[in-house]
């Protein structure tokens, strides 16, 4: 995207010598990020993620790409069920839905020269439900199903295509302005600059999986304690009111 994470992760790319093609709903962003990423940015296109077939029309001028980074995201953080349909509708749209149909469109041509990747940035809200964000951790949930899967599909049939699914805690990107953790040592709300960098740097390493801060790897071993016990470390560690105070920019953001 034009902003956030996206632009960060552009930045790395073009540093490297790369070069990036940004898709984003927000035209004033592109613009901007085009400006700052000079040369190496080799076009922009305002695209609509949630609509399928302004993916495929895209996709098609696009033209083939190494590397599909599925980052779209927008976080509404209203308690449920007090959150309104249309944000759920648009979350899921958003964080999930799109990732089909931009995959579909970029992917056939990857496996046909049996080389590629897509990356899914998720999150650790993929992982753990998350008090407040219910709209959010279901289609961040999704996202790591449709990472693994596709990883494993695209494992299995040796078709040469490296998936990877990113899960960070929250990132200082605005999106999740007012978010909060009450145990920073060890929940650092996450610099998009770094993660950016481990993301661009895990994809030329290959790796399969990225979960950030460190401690977050830990996260799947909660699932083998009682549920009881599971919610209590969650409380005691702060993740159940980390959205007491969001404010974040809940109507514009991505990821």
Known sequence: GGMGLGRKMGEKIVAQGGRVILWDLNEAALVEAKAALGNGCVGTRVVDVTNKEAVYAAAKETGDVDVLINNAGVVSAVPFPAVEDQLIERTMNVNIMSHFWTTKAFLPAMIEQKRGAVVTIASQ???????????????????????????????????????MTVNPFYINTGMFDGAKSAVPLALPMLDADHVAARVVGALQSEESTINMPAFTNFVPLTRMIPTALNTRFYELIGIHNSMDDFKGRALKGSK
């Not at 993929?126 to 709209?135: A, E, K, N």
């Not at 996202?143 to 899967?149: I, K, L, N, Q, W």
Request: no cysteine; charged share 20%; net charge positive.
């Open 125 to 163: 809200a993929g992982q753990i439900g998350v008090s407040g964000l219910t709209d959010y951790s279901a289609s961040k949930f999704a996202a790591v199903g449709f990472s693994e899967s596709l990883r494993m599909e695209m494992t299995t049939k040796k078709t040469g295509v490296h998936v």
